[in-house]
């Protein structure tokens, strides 16, 4: 059988063509440092180790949310600290106005004290994150969620709505609260709030509110306790009224009423009226509460008498009854951030652990094995070259060299 040179040339040129083709895709495996370059490498693999890559993608994209969220909570919890401090320093301040030695001048200079706190505690609700989002003002945060009106008054312009974040596959976590909860708010285990309903003309000193049954019926209602003819009268705050209680009125004697109990000093007038509510209906508004005991701080108790002086000290006593409780509900709100700090500590480490079982299945799908690799390289290079060297030796063989 007769080769002619031609056909010599193009088997020659084929097999050479094949052996650089196989030398080159070895190289680019170990270049690339995987054994899959194209799906046709390993059909079956390389289809697992696009699943495994995109759970890592996925992976990651919980992970930087995590990363913002864990961002924003920290920056709440920065903010709500120092809430409680100034809750906590106008407590202090209250008790210290109640000092009976504090003249008129004493305790203007602590009203001035509590306008500072009112406009730290402001200044803290309308925290933002740096970007110009405000924390605490719910989907709008865009803008502060607390503005003064032209009466000094501070109005709650946010919304109740929470940002929620998708942490994992099934988790969603708030990344922020909004300022009514915070600020206008108190929690459902809020104690009785007492108050003059206005106006009172008497001494009478109000005590603090005990809970003696709260299996009563009318426990969690609304009650008004008023005097008239040196008798009391406790009546629901419903529409109409109903009479609860009623009896002869005796300085200090405890007055029992819907699985409740108040002691009263001093002396009543006619007419004179004490509110006793259920916490969500008492005024729940920090900022208004702040400015209300300012007002009774500058009042002048000079001249006044025994009238002016419970004033001053019923209207402590409000104020202290609701700045605890929006002390405890500030704190119930940190607790709050302080679990979902925890969660997102646990879900991160969840999601380490996932992404180094990913990586590690994903490194036996598609990793390089060096050694195999190195090996078939050279093992081609050598195939390579003998095809060459053939070539050569065999282009040489011609009657013309025995001429």
């Not at 206005?198 to 009318?218: E, H």
């Not at 004033?311 to 609701?322: E, F, I, Y």
Request: hydrophobic content about 40%.
């Amino acid at each position: 059988m007769r080769i002619s040179t031609q056909s010599f040339y193009e088997q020659s040129q084929l097999a050479m063509n094949s052996q650089q083709g196989s030398l080159l895709r070895s190289q680019q495996k170990i270049g690339a440092m995987t054994r899959i370059l194209t799906p046709a490498d390993d059909p079956v693999g390389a289809a697992r180790a696009l699943g495994v890559s995109e759970s890592l993608a996925v992976n990651a994209q919980y992970q930087a949310t995590r990363g913002e969220a864990i961002h924003t909570l920290s920056l709440e919890e920065n903010a709500l600290q120092a809430v409680t401090g100034v809750l906590q320093d106008v407590k202090t301040l209250i008790v210290q106005a109640g000092n009976g030695v504090m003249t008129d001048a004493d305790r203007r200079a602590l009203a001035t004290t509590l306008e500072s706190a009112h406009a730290q505690l402001l200044g803290l609700a309308n925290t933002d994150d740096g970007n110009g989002q405000y924390l605490f003002a719910g989907f709008r945060s865009g803008s502060p969620p607390f503005v003064r009106d032209a009466a000094g008054a501070v109005n709650y312009q946010g919304d109740q709505g929470q940002r929620l974040m998708q942490v994992d596959v099934s988790r969603q976590v708030a990344g922020t609260d909004d300022g009514r909860t915070l600020f206008q708010s108190v929690q459902g285990a809020a104690g009785y709030v007492t108050s003059e309903a206005g106006g009172n003309a008497g001494s009478a000193v109000y005590g603090a509110v005990s809970v003696m049954d709260a299996g009563d019926p009318l426990y969690g209602r609304d009650f008004s306790i008023s005097f008239a003819g040196g008798n009391y009268t406790v009546e629901t705050q419903d529409a109409p009224p109903v009479v609860v209680a009623s009896g002869a009125f005796t300085a200090g004697v405890p007055i029992d009423f819907g699985g409740l109990q108040i002691s009263i000093a001093g002396t009543p007038a006619d007419g004179d009226v004490v509110e006793v509510r259920n916490a969500r209906n008492a005024g729940t508004d920090v900022f208004a509460t702040l400015s209300e005991l300012v007002a009774a701080l500058r009042a002048p108790l000079a001249g006044g008498g025994d009238a002016a002086q419970a004033r001053l000290l019923n209207a402590l006593s409000t104020a202290n009854v609701r700045i605890t409780n929006a002390h405890d509900n500030v704190l119930t709100v940190r607790s709050s951030v302080g679990s979902r700090l925890k969660e997102l500590d646990i879900l991160n480490g969840g999601g380490q652990a996932r992404a180094l079982m990913d990586k590690s299945h994903l490194s036996d799908l598609q990793d390089l094995d060096y050694a195999s690799a190195i090996t078939d390289f050279y093992q081609r290079q050598s195939a390579l070259q003998a095809t060459q060297q053939t070539f050569l030796r065999i282009q040489q063989i011609s009657l013309l060299n025995l001429l």
